[in-house]
C-alpha cells in the first residue's frame, strides 16, 4: 500500500526528540485539516511572532541612558567631557538663585549615572563640578560661602581631614578678588592625584591630596544642607522646583 505524505513525516517523526516529536505531530494534525503542506500550529506562530518584538524590547533595554547637553541661562554644559583620560557624562545642571536673583550655574560630571547624593558620593572615577558666574561676586565671600557650606554638611569626624584643602581653596578665591560675570571655575577629581581647582579652565591651585576634599566640596551642593534645594536636584537629574528663596 502507498505511503501517504502524512504518514510519512509521521514515521520520521517517532525516532525525533520528545519536543520535536510533538511539534512535528501537532503540525501533521494542522496540515491534515487544512491541506496545507506548510502550516504551523497557532501558539508556534504566535511565538514566532513575539519573537522579534521581545529581542527588539530586550535590546532597548539594554541601551545605557545617554546624557544630554543642557543650556541654562545662556550657558551650555556638554553632554560630555574628559577629565584624567576617562569620558565623563553630564549628571545634571541648574541655576543657584539667592532670593530671585540668578547667581550661578553648575553643572556635575560623572562616569555614571546617579539620583541620589550617596550614590554621586559613591562614585567611582573622576569627576567635575563646573560653575559659571551669571553676575559678579566677591570672590573673598564666595570663598567664605564655600567654606561655610563644607562645614554644614561635613559628616562628624570628618571635617578635619580636608582643612588643609578648604584653606588653599580659600586663599585661592581671598587672592583673586572677584568673579565677574561670564567667568567660570571648575574643580576636577582624578583618582590617585587629587583635586585642582582650576579658573577660567586654567589651575590656579596645588592639588588637593586629601582624597575625602572632592567629596566634602560636593556635599555643598548635593549634602543634607545644600546652598539650594531646587540647583541639588538639578545636579542629581531632577526636575528643578520653582525659584529658591535661601539666603546662602
Known sequence: MKTSRFQSSRARAQGAPDGQRRAVVAHLRIARHTGSKTALPMNRRITLLAIPVAIALAGAAALPATAQPVELAGVRYP???????????L???????RFVVKVYTAGLYMQGKATT?????AMQGPKRIQVQMLREIDANELGRLLTRGMQDNAPRGEFSK?????????????ARKRLRAGEN????????????VLINGKPESDVITEPEFFNALLRIWIGEKPADDGLKDALLGKAPPPASTGQN
Open 79 to 89: 553632554a560630555t567631557v574628559s577629565l584624567g583620560g576617562t569620558n565623563l557624562q
Open 162 to 174: 580636608f582643612i588643609p584643602g578648604m584653606l588653599k581653596m580659600a586663599e585661592l578665591f581671598s
Open 91 to 97: 549628571n545634571g545642571a541648574g541655576i543657584r538663585y
Open 117 to 121: 547624593p550617596e550614590q554621586a558620593l
Open 185 to 196: 571655575f571648575s574643580v576636577d577629581y582624578v583618582p590617585g592625584t587629587g583635586t585642582r
